[in-house]
């Protein structure tokens, strides 16, 4: 079962902002939260911010913290990153994935498989 579909990606100059969506299958957007994760060329995929859908506690790392801002539709069921002030270590691919919870130091592990990612270029 496709839990989350990504979209939204594309290419943009440094300071510039894009926002992606992180459609989710309505089960689990009633019981579980989401993270947003990404992987640069090289490099682990790591976590980013992540939501919870019932209470709305919110999560930022610092690599993105002031700059992204996680956020939820309930009646579309979608889960959006809005990314401002880019730049070019964001360049990477975005995923989301539900995720086993939300913790007082970060976003939980993530669970189920991963979508195809949505990719997030930053250039000068």
């Known amino acids: 079962e496709v839990q989350t579909v990504e979209s939204g990606g594309g290419s943009v100059q440094i300071g510039g902002s894009l926002r992606l969506a992180c459609a989710v299958s309505?089960?689990?957007?009633?019981?579980?939260?989401i993270g947003w994760f990404r992987r640069a060329p090289g490099k682990a995929r790591e976590p980013v911010a992540c939501?919870?859908?019932?209470?709305?506690?919110?999560y930022y790392y610092d690599s993105v913290a002031g700059r992204f801002t996680i956020s939820r539709d309930n009646a579309k069921k979608t889960v959006y990153l809005q990314m401002n002030s880019l730049k070019p270590d964001d360049t990477a691919v975005y995923y989301c994935?539900?995720?086993?919870?939300?913790?007082?130091?970060?976003?939980?592990?993530?669970?189920?498989?991963w979508g195809p990612g949505t990719q997030v270029t930053v250039s000068s």
């Open positions: 994935a539900t995720i086993n919870g939300i913790m007082v130091d970060g976003c939980g592990n993530p669970f189920g498989s």
């Open positions: 309505p089960l689990t957007f009633a019981h579980h939260a």
């Open positions: 939501i919870h859908s019932i209470d709305g506690i919110l």
